[in-house]
Each structure stands twice: as structure tokens, then as C-alpha cells.
């Protein structure tokens, strides 16, 4: 099969999930073709398989804002006719589903049928997608996507509740390649974060509010009462500055090591002991998932996806949003003894199995079938019309 994927080509979930995807379909004998404005950071190589199409959106003095969305739906028009694409696969509903659409209508009227799967990541719904300015365009391109998945219960329910919808969603959680990680520890690269004798907790993320990056910090805070351990920040954004102010206010410096955006992310969480994730929401938990395949037990929230994905006193802890004191507390009772520790570590990589990327492709190959079956159906309608 021809797949075009469109994503965001950043560290976000959602391009991560895309190009994890594209390429485990390139290895089952699919040719992938990714359309975005940049090369997406987790596409390691282009193949045979893998193909990308840059989207140029040239600069125009009368537009204030480039038009992306324009630019998009004109090469995916190309490539489609070009590579004779046979399925359109959008991550994030803004603007990639809309931009979707303008090509499905722009292709039918040249005789071409192009089944488009939305899939929905979290605050395309949430956040974004929920603004009374997107909310019109979000609602009409998911119900005219031929196939919706959405990455967790929790999404579906939240996107069924606040739009109007007539279509389907099929729930496709995320997944992890668990056969990348073989939890290889070298000591030495270790002890470039810690001493031996220090447990090493760890949060990535985009470091935006609703990550709740104060609260990482004043769980550390309490933890390192207790339990000789250093805290490692890995990721950039908005809240980053607060969070090194705080850190110092704390006098906990010299304990917290801010690593910025990393290519290296899944070497920390091979030394890491706990992976802290407090965020206010989280459409899945994608983070945690890559800790717990890495054998990190997980202190989160209990909000959005995060209990379909971390399992209470098995892979780690779930506690209420804010709730600091509790979480500080399930922490330390992980990392007390080396007995402890390991059998969450265990119980979080045997979790993290569930997930196991050949699992769940298979679930959006038989979503692939599905929705070319239906535009077959389609073609053959048209044809009667005529």
C-alpha cells in the first residue's frame, strides 16, 4: 500500500507517533511518503520504503501569516497523482485535516478517490481544536475524514463531548518498539549524571504549563529529603526559566541538570530510576510510556489517558492533579530499597509490553483496509451517477 502521512516533523507526541508509525510500515512492506514542512526529527533514514516531500510555502508580502494549509493541500495533490498514493493518513487535526479535505475534493474532481484517516492526539481537541475560532473547521473535517482514531478512551470521550460529531472513533492507543530497548547500562555514562549511590529521576517534556513543571520540582524537592538523588529536566520551552528560578530558590542547584532538547533521550531513561510526570492533561502519556519501556516506574496524575497507560502500584503511582505531598511520598516509597525499585522497574517494562508497536500497527492496517474498501464504494457511485 501507498501511504502519505502528514504530522508535525517536532519532538511533540504526535510527530513522534507518526514517523514511529511511518517507518514500522516501511519494515512491513509499505511505501511511506511523509508530506510536512520539514524533515520529522525521528525519521533516521529515508529508504527504498520512506520517502519525504518538503511543503515550501513561499513568502508573499500580502499575507500576514504564510498559508500553510494552502501549500499543503497543493502537494499532497502532487504527490498523490505523482507516487499514485492510494491512502492519506493526517496526525493532529489542525490545520493537517483540513488541508486533507481541500485535496480529497481538489483529486475528486480529476477522477481520483483518496481515503483520509484523521488520527486525533489530544490538544488538537482539547485545547486548540476547542477555540470557538477552530471549532467549525475541527468538527467538519473530522466528519468528513473517512476514518477517525483517537490515541486514548479518555480523547474519545472528551472529543465526543465537545463537538458534534457523526462519525465513528476508533480508539488506537500509541506504542513503543519494546525490541530498541535492551537496558544496557554502562556505569560510566551513568556517573556523568550521578554518583552511584544516587537514584536519578527524571521528566522530559515540552516544559509548558500544563506540564506542571513546578510541581516535577517540589516532588524532587521532598524526594531528595529522603533519598540521596539528582533530578534530570530534559526539554525546552516556555516554563524552563521559571523552573531554574525556583531550583535556585530552592538551593537544589547543584541536584537538578537542565539537558534541554535531547537526541538522546531514551540513553537517560536507561539510567534512570523514576520518571516523574504531574501534568494537568495528558491525551495518552507518551513520555511515560518511553520511561516504562526503559524499566522506569512512573509517578503521574490520574488525568486524561494516563491510567490506560500507567497502572497503579504495579508500574508505578497515580494521584489527583497537584496533589505534591502524595506523589513525594509514593516516590520515596519506590526508591527506598533496591528490592523495591527493581520490582517496579520489572512491573513498568512489563507494562509498557502491552503497547508493543506489533501489536497495535496492525490495528491501523485493518483502519487502512477498511477505509479503501468504502472509497471503492464510493468510486462505483460516482460511476453510476455518470
Known amino acids: 500500500m501507498k501511504i502519505a502521512i502528514v504530522c508535525y516533523p517536532t519532538f511533540g507526541g504526535s510527530g513522534v507517533v507518526a514517523t514511529e508509525l511511518g517507518m514500522a510500515l516501511s519494515k512491513r512492506g509499505h511505501e511511506i511518503h511523509f508530506i510536512t514542512y520539514k524533515q520529522p526529527v525521528r525519521l533516521e533514514q529515508l529508504s527504498g520504503n520512506i520517502h519525504f516531500h518538503e511543503v515550501n510555502v513561499p513568502e508573499y508580502p500580502l499575507f500576514h501569516y504564510q ?28 490545520p493537517h485535516a483540513y488541508a486533507g479535505y481541500m485535496a480529497k475534493k481538489m483529486l475528486e474532481e480529476e477522477g481520483i478517490y483518496l481515503p483520509m484517516m484523521t488520527t486525533l492526539h489530544g490538544t488538537d481537541i482539547t485545547l ?13 473535517s473530522i466528519n468528513n475524514s473517512d476514518v477517525v482514531t483517537s490515541v486514548s478512551q479518555s480523547l474519545k470521550a472528551d472529543t465526543m463531548r465537545l463537538f458534534k460529531l457523526r462519525k465513528k472513533i476508533e480508539v ?21 549524571l550521578a554518583r552511584g549511590d544516587e537514584r536519578i529521576i527524571t521528566h522530559v517534556s515540552n516544559f509548558r504549563k500544563v506540564k506542571r513543571i513546578d510541581d516535577v520540582i517540589m516532588i524532587f524537592y521532598k524526594i531528595q529529603q529522603e ?23 530552592l538551593g537544589i542547584e547543584d541536584k537538578v541538570l537542565f539537558l534541554g532538547e535531547s537526541h538522546e533521550i531514551d540513553k537517560v531513561l536507561s539510567f534512570s530510576d523514576l520518571f516523574l510526570l504531574p501534568s494537568e492533561i495528558e491525551s495518552f502519556g507518551l513520555a511515560a510510556l518511553e520511561a516504562m519501556v526503559n ?92
Open 295 to 386: 524499566g522506569v516506574p512512573v509517578i503521574s496524575t490520574n488525568t486524561g489517558g494516563l491510567p490506560e497507560v500507567n497502572k497503579q502500584a504495579y508500574s508505578g503511582f497515580l494521584s489527583e492533579v497537584g496533589a505534591i505531598e502524595e506523589m513525594g511520598r509514593n516516590a520515596i516509597s519506590i526508591l527506598k530499597d533496591d528490592e523495591t525499585l527493581q520490582r517496579f522497574k520489572t512491573n513498568a517494562h512489563n507494562q509498557a509490553s502491552i503497547f508493543d508497536i506489533n501489536v497495535i500497527v496492525p490495528l491501523y492496517e485493518d483502519l487502512y483496509k477498511q477505509a479503501l474498501a468504502g472509497v471503492q464504494e464510493q468510486k462505483k457511485a460516482a460511476k453510476k451517477v455518470f
Open 67 to 94: 498559508p500553510y494549509e494552502l501549500a499543503l493541500s497543493s502537494k499532497l495533490v502532487d504527490m498523490v497523482k505523482l507516487h499514485k498514493i492510494e491512502m492519506l493518513h493526517v496526525h493532529y487535526a489542525i
Open 172 to 192: 488506537v492507543p500509541n506504542f513503543i518498539d519494546t525490541s530498541k530497548y535492551s537496558n544496557s547500562v554502562s556505569n560510566c555514562q551513568r556517573s556523568m
Open 128 to 140: 486548540v481544536g476547542n477555540h470557538p475560532f477552530y471549532k467549525p473547521a475541527v468538527t467538519f
Open 227 to 249: 533519598v540521596k538523588s539528582k533530578l534530570v529536566m530534559v526539554g525546552q520551552g516556555p516554563e524552563r526559566e521559571m523552573a531554574e528560578e525556583l531550583v535556585a530558590e
